[in-house]
Structure formats: C-alpha cells, structure tokens
C-alpha cells in the first residue's frame, strides 16, 4: 500500500518540479518496494521534511487562479 500511494505521489511531485522531495519520495517507493521497515522510516522522515518546505514554498500561490498575478519575488 505505501509503495502504490508512494508512487502516485511521486506523480504530483514530479509535475511541480521540487527536485528534492522527489527525490525524497522515490526514496520512500524504493524503501517500501524492498519491504525493509529500516529504510523505510527514515525515508518517510526525510519526505515530511521535503513535503514541509514544499508545502511553504507554494504557500504565496495558494487559492490563485490561472489568471491571478504571480506574487513578485523579492
């Protein structure tokens, strides 16, 4: 089961283009794949941290439609 959400996820990571939390999760898919529970929590450490700084990054955008202005990068 985390393997297959993993892998999805990896799909939306991916289109957003955040490098190190894909990364993070295909660390995740592989540690799931080889069934070792070792790997597999400090993968799913280093994703909540990737995922936490994404999720902070797209903050300034969230709730703009395709039309609303960029915020300006200072």
Do not use: C, F, W
Not at 17 to 31: K, N, Q, Y
Not at 63 to 69: D, I, N, R
Request: glycine share 4%; aromatic share 2%; hydrophobic share 40%.
């Amino acid at each position: 089961e985390v393997r297959r959400i993993a892998h999805r996820l990896k799909n939306t990571i991916l289109y957003l283009g955040a490098r190190p939390a894909t990364d993070a999760i295909i660390h995740v898919e592989s540690a799931a794949k080889s069934g070792d529970a070792a790997l597999l929590a400090p993968a799913m450490r280093s994703l909540e941290q990737e995922l936490h700084t994404l999720k902070r990054a797209l903050t300034p955008y969230r709730g703009q439609s395709a039309t609303t202005p960029l915020p300006a990068n200072n």
